[in-house]
């Protein structure tokens, strides 16, 4: 028979005790008098057989056994809040918290998201751009929009399409540089965001891809896709665009892809979402829209040769 478990109010106590290394704080975080934390605090150790703090004169320290016992108490108390946390949000279907990086949110979703809130007011959509990797339970997030190759352990997992990559400019430069060589000797803007692909999807790849031996490192370097995006629309220079990141410029006339040849990445968008989930309504309702917004710009890969970055051999 497993030994039975001391009071959850005790350990509760000790754990608030312990992470503050005062009573009086501890009782104040928990909203009890000092002295009742105190007596909560005496019954543990009378449970265990031990002392578990040192009393000083204006402080406190744990013992051996206080300092064995805290790391689990306060993991134990974490986990049995995100588990909390997690099986209250199940009854929640009017809350959806999406989370995106913020090249994608603020290129791709966030254009769109009028059409999602004019069709679904019943759902509170909330956002964070990161590129942070999100926990689930821990962040309290429902969806997640990923980049990269994946994959997905533990997770339900929907893959999208693969990226592609494509020169884009404003009218006023395609005016300028009208073939492929010409870009030679336009200003190159630089998207570093897709560094990590192996093979890299880049300036030289796509040259490579029209059959030009040609590997550019001069001109401006940008961490973030919609940064580099935002200079190529000011006129900087003509960027590397990927798909998702330059489709709503492209569409509105603000940018223009004048050559036909795009390279393709082996990394892809999914939506993700904890297992069992993912037929939720408000995240059903969310995966639906996010699939036929993407459905509706289909249209604009028909207009390239879309190459795939593995077939690209050196000019």
Known sequence: MPERLPPL???????????????????????????????????LEEHLGAPLFRRLNRAVELTEAGRTLAPGAAEGFEILGDAWRATRRLQDNSTLTVTAGPGFTAKWLAPRLYEFA??????????????????????????????????????????????????VMTPELAEKYKTSESLTEAPLLFDESLNFLQPPCDWPAWFAAVGIDFAPTHGAHFS??????????????????????????LHAGRLVAPFATAIETEGRFRFVCAKGTEDRPQIKAFRDWFMGEIDKTSYVSERFDIIPVTDIAPP
């Open 224 to 249: 973030q896709a919609d940064h580099a995006v935002d200079a190529a629309l000011t006129g900087a220079g003509v960027v590397l665009g990927r798909r998702a990141m330059v489709v709503t410029d």
């Open 9 to 43: 109010t005790a350990l509760r106590a000790f754990d608030a005790a312990a992470r503050h290394m005062s009573f009086a704080k501890a009782a104040e975080e928990l909203n009890v008098t000092p002295a009742a934390l105190s007596f909560q605090i005496k019954s």
């Open 118 to 167: 004019r069709a679904h007011p019943e759902i509170d959509l909330r956002f964070s751009a990161t590129l942070r990797q999100m926990d689930f339970q821990r962040d309290e997030v429902d969806v997640a929009i990923r980049f990269g190759v994946g994959p997905d352990e533990g997770l339900w997992s929907l893959p999208l399409r693969k990226e592609w990559m494509t020169p």
